[in-house]
C-alpha cells in the first residue's frame, strides 16, 4: 500500500510564499524510481499539472508558475516539495501530489499514486 501525504496549506495574502510536503510510504515503494509531480485543482475546475520532478532532480513547470514555484525532493527522507512564492490569488486550488514509475509527464493520467490534497487559498 503507497501513501503520498501532502502537508503545509493554508491560507496567506497575496505576494506571500508556502511551502507544501508530500510524504511517501509504502513496504514496496521505492520513491527514488518515481517521478513525483503537483497538480492542483481550482474550485470548479479540473486538476491541472503544476510541475513535476524527475527521481535524480529535473523538473518542469506549468507557464503560470514559471519563476514562482520550485519542486526538489529529497530521496532519503521520501518526500517531494513544492515552494511557492510570489503568490496570487488565482494560485488558490487544491494541490496533489502524485507518483509515476520512470519519467515525468504533464499528464495526470499518467501517474498511479496520489495524495489527497491540500488546500492553498491566496487572498487578494
Known amino acids: 500500500q503507497v501513501q503520498l501525504v501532502e502537508s503545509g496549506g493554508g491560507l496567506v495574502q497575496a505576494g506571500g510564499s508556502l511551502r507544501l510536503s508530500c510524504a511517501a510510504s509504502g513496504r514496496t515503494f521505492s520513491f527514488s524510481n518515481y517521478a513525483m509531480g503537483w497538480f492542483r485543482q481550482p474550485p470548479g475546475e479540473e486538476r491541472k499539472f503544476v510541475g513535476a520532478i524527475t527521481w535524480n532532480g529535473g523538473t518542469v513547470y506549468a507557464d503560470s508558475v514559471k519563476g514562482r514555484f520550485t519542486i526538489s525532493r529529497d530521496n532519503a527522507k521520501n518526500t517531494v516539495y513544492l515552494q511557492m512564492n510570489s503568490l496570487k490569488p488565482e494560485d488558490t486550488a487544491e494541490y496533489h501530489c502524485?507518483?509515476?514509475?520512470?519519467?515525468?509527464?504533464?499528464?495526470?493520467?499518467?501517474?498511479?499514486?496520489w495524495g489527497q490534497g491540500t488546500q492553498v487559498t491566496i487572498s487578494s
Open positions: 502524485a507518483a509515476k514509475f520512470g519519467t515525468i509527464s504533464p499528464s495526470a493520467s499518467n501517474y498511479f499514486y
